[in-house]
DNA sequence: CGCTTTTGACCCGCGC
DNA sequence: GCGCGGGTCAAAAGCG
């Protein structure tokens, strides 16, 4: 579960499909799905040298004809290295779904209405697995940005890791967006996020279908381009793409290391401000 | 005062 | 059936 190559996977039949692929079909699909989006991205360069983490985007088709959650968009200063797994889970199925997820729209309205004690709330509910993402970021920040309001709703340690697993949800009552951010045991700096769920409504503060969250200013600074928050399915591609360009261009990135071969994060020391803005591609900022 | 975080308890699924 | 581990709930505390 806390291998780095396998972000949360192994409580999840789907993951586990995910992860029976070896490199090399990571490395052959990644690109395929890449040369859709016209990316010009090279599955195996500099996202397969991070952090001593054999990372590589690991991004697979959806089974389904869902739309990639908008959700995923965390990034940092200090995105050195991101890896993405998708998955996705067939709803309309919920035997292919292992379990987990508990809330699911419907349930998060049953579920709110009144004090029903929990097992007879819990036997109401059907745990449908949505959707889900997860982002391998080297980050200081273990709540990366993405311009989403979250509000912590538990935290628990997690077996062989020394790190425990953060739960968020989305603030708006009516969106079931979860997330869960857990350091790798292996390499703190890295830190899996991983998005369950597509989000109903716009990131926060954007009023105009732009960019700048009036309410929180220091994570928000004007120079922080947001992307739309529409259901664009290519959003994950785009914010990877974005990195991966800062990776081989920028000589602040990847390209230092520490002693331990890590990579040495130059925007760690300015966690607050994130870096999605910068990450942004132009052509997804305001129009 | 309202919102968020913390944290122990509880529930569920799964493997044995 | 039992134990374990993951996920969630909800009351209390903290914070701006």
Redesign the pocket.
């Known amino acids: 579960?806390?291998d780095p190559k396998d972000p949360?996977l192994?409580?999840?039949?789907a993951w586990r499909e995910l992860t029976a692929s070896d490199s090399d079909f990571f490395y052959r699909d990644t690109s395929t799905i890449l040369s859709e989006f016209a990316w010009n991205l090279h599955a195996s360069s500099s996202f397969t040298q991070t952090a001593g983490v054999p990372s590589s985007i690991t991004t697979t088709t959806s089974k389904t004809d869902q739309p990639i959650p908008t959700s995923s968009c965390s990034s940092s200063a200090a995105a050195a290295s991101v890896t993405v797994t998708e998955v996705s889970t067939n709803v309309n199925n919920p035997s292919a779904?292992?379990?987990?997820?508990?809330?699911d729209p419907t349930?998060?309205s049953t579920?709110?209405a009144a004090?029903?004690?929990?097992?007879?709330?819990?036997?109401a509910?059907?745990?449908i697995r949505q959707q889900r993402f997860a982002f391998m970021t080297k980050s200081d920040v273990d709540?990366l940005e993405d311009g989403y309001?979250?509000?912590?709703?538990?935290?628990?340690?997690?077996?062989?890791?020394s790190f425990p697993?953060?739960?968020?949800?989305c603030?708006n009552s009516r969106c079931t967006v979860?997330k869960?951010v857990e350091r790798s045991s292996e390499d703190p700096s890295i830190v899996i996020t991983?998005y369950?769920g597509q989000h109903c409504h716009q990131t926060v503060g954007f009023p105009r279908g732009g960019i700048f969250p009036a309410h929180d200013p220091h994570n928000f600074t004007s120079h922080h381009h947001l992307p739309p928050p529409l259901p664009n399915p290519y959003y994950y591609q785009e914010l990877l793409h974005q990195l991966h360009r800062e990776n081989t261009s920028s000589p602040q990135l990847p390209q230092s290391t520490t002693d331990d071969g890590h990579f040495a994060v130059p925007s760690i020391n300015q966690p607050e401000e994130g870096l999605l803005g910068d990450i942004v591609p132009q052509t997804m900022r305001n129009p």
Do not use: C, F, I, L
Not at 115 to 123: S, V
Not at 165 to 169: D, I, P
């Open positions: 579960m806390n949360d192994s409580d999840d039949s779904a292992t379990s987990s997820s508990s809330e349930e998060n579920a709110s004090k029903t004690p929990k097992k007879e709330k819990k036997k509910q059907k745990r709540n309001r979250w509000r912590k709703y538990g935290q628990k340690a997690v077996k062989n890791s697993r953060s739960y968020y949800r603030t979860k869960r991983t369950e």
